[in-house]
């Protein structure tokens, strides 16, 4: 498997997956794409229904890594998926609330959120790959994968964190559980600004081809082509878990932001994974949604992001949505590139008309959006009808789901993070506190590290600069 970017470097000579494992960014600025997507046969896609969750994520990973040792990937696969870490040894259970409605839940690894199940394999992959030399992590992070990353590097040999996160923008207990870190290879910096003037920040600096070298900058980001193909795993585990033979098709509902998660499902279905729907979900911060109804691409600036009660989604800039768009315009990095020149040039492009609205709508995506007292509604919904609590995020995609419904196609609604994590959110719904796990007691009250900075890349490429002990 050998990898090119959506906007055409590479395509001379494409990169093996441990070239691009360390960030998956291109050289032009493009992202790492895999240069074809394996096709699973019916018998293979047979083979892999009866395997475990280790089982399975290293028969997919193997398939996208295949210049990483299938005994090694074996190994990390199993260091990473335990039931110690996840809770249990389905790593990604599936609950029914009713006859065809089923929860994927993701979020129970170490911090919460779904984010931790292609985080905590990319830890134990970094770590593997850099075989003693060092790293320096630069990351954003809307509120989980800053924790998530942070809980994955920490105390890795040869590797730094540096995890930009928006200041005052998260949750008490999301701000909480990365600040309360305190190891030395740990940097929390809190930005005066948005998700996306983070997410910027760290496109300057890791574009700066001189200062990504002298301080060996690697990614976390859903950038991570990695990252990606860890979470194609799950899918083929709901997959199965909601179906009795495969000649079943489903429909997955994913809470999305920067587009990873939901991307990871397209990839999946590209395998050849019988997917009827993928179903977007976004909150106010509806960029994702006008385009799937209106063909028109229009990301929004900072100022005019909202700050919502489902955080981990407010996104006006989804970055994976470029992968996605280098498939509908038939993977030619030509057209891809020319619609992104139309986004710079007049901040929008729109598709309506052309051969690529008309591989959009073959590609099984369908969209919608909540808004607060959507979710809030949904929470109370839930909770009276199935006595079960879900959080803001996992409320916005059971929300969506819901106008989506096709008789007799199971709807998979993704999990994304555990209630505790959006505490005020779930009081005001239903005047409960949500229950949270023992590790986290006191969590908000204790100290707390970070380091606070202006919007601005050159105040973040001085801390790095300063903090880069070996470098
Ligand atoms: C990150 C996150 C999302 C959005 O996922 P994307 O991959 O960015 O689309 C949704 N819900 C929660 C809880 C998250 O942490």
């Known amino acids: 498997m050998k990898y090119v970017s959506t906007r055409g470097a590479w395509r001379g000579a494409p990169q093996p997956f441990s070239a691009i494992l360390l960030e998956g960014l291109a050289p032009d600025g493009g992202l790492a794409v895999p240069l074809a997507y394996p096709r699973l046969t019916r018998d293979e896609l047979a083979a892999l229904r009866p395997l475990s969750y280790p089982e399975l994520a290293s028969a ?6 295949d210049d990483i040792a299938h005994a090694d990937l074996d190994d990390l696969v199993r260091l990473t998926y335990t039931r110690a870490r996840f809770g249990s040894s389905d790593i990604t259970p599936l609950t029914t609330l009713e006859p065809g409605v089923h929860l994927l839940h993701l979020s129970n690894g170490p911090t919460l959120a779904f984010k931790d199940i292609a985080l905590s394999l990319l830890g134990n992959l970094f770590e593997h790959a850099l075989r003693g030399e060092r790293l320096n992590i630069l990351g954003a992070t809307s509120g989980d994968t800053g924790s998530s990353a942070e809980y994955a590097m920490l105390g890795k040999q040869g590797i730094a964190v540096y995890m930009l996160s928006p200041r005052g923008r998260m949750s008490a207990f999301q701000q ?13 910096l809190a ?16 574009g700066d081809a001189a200062f990504k070298r002298r301080h060996a900058l690697g990614a976390v980001n859903s950038i991570n082509w990695a990252r990606i193909a860890a979470q194609v ?6 997959y199965f878990a909601a179906t009795r033979s495969d000649d079943e098709r489903v429909a997955f509902a994913v809470p999305s932001g920067n587009f990873g998660n939901v991307l ?3 990839v999946a279905r590209e395998m050849g994974l019988p997917v009827q729907r993928l179903v977007v979900a976004t909150n106010e911060n509806d960029v994702l949604h006008e385009f799937f109804a209106s063909g028109r691409y229009r990301p929004r600036v900072a100022a005019e992001t909202h700050a919502t009660s489902s955080p981990s989604m407010d996104i006006s800039k989804a970055s994976n949505f470029e992968r996605y768009m280098f498939d509908m315009a038939g993977r030619d990095a030509d057209v891809l590139a020319a619609l992104w020149r139309d986004l710079r040039a007049g901040g929008s492009f729109d598709i309506a008309g052309t051969s690529v609205a008309t591989r959009v709508r073959a590609s099984g995506f369908v969209s919608g959006r909540s808004t607060h007292a959507d979710r809030i509604a949904t929470i ?19 929300h969506v789901a819901r106008a989506h419904r096709e008789p007799g196609v199971p709807m998979i609604c993704l999990e994304t993070a555990q209630p505790a994590k ?6 005001e719904a239903l005047a409960i506190d949500p229950p ?20 601005d890349a050159d105040a973040v490429a001085t801390f790095v600069r300063d903090h880069d002990v070996s470098g």
């Open 60 to 65: 997919i990973l193997a398939r996208f890594a």
């Open 176 to 188: 909480a559980q990365m600040y309360s870190l305190d190891a030395p290879n740990i940097h929390n």
């Open 191 to 206: 930005i005066e600004g948005t998700f996306d003037e983070c997410q910027d920040i760290v496109k300057v600096l890791a």
């Open 233 to 238: 795993v799950y899918y083929f585990k709901g």
């Open 264 to 266: 990871a499902g397209h």
């Open 380 to 398: 109370r919904d839930v909770k009276r009808r199935y006595d079960v609590l879900v959080d803001p995020h996992t409320a916005d995609g059971l």
């Open 422 to 427: 959006f505490a005020a959110t779930i009081r």
């Open 436 to 455: 949270r796990p023992n590790v986290f007691e006191g969590l908000e009250s204790r100290p707390q590290h970070c380091t606070v900075l202006p919007a």
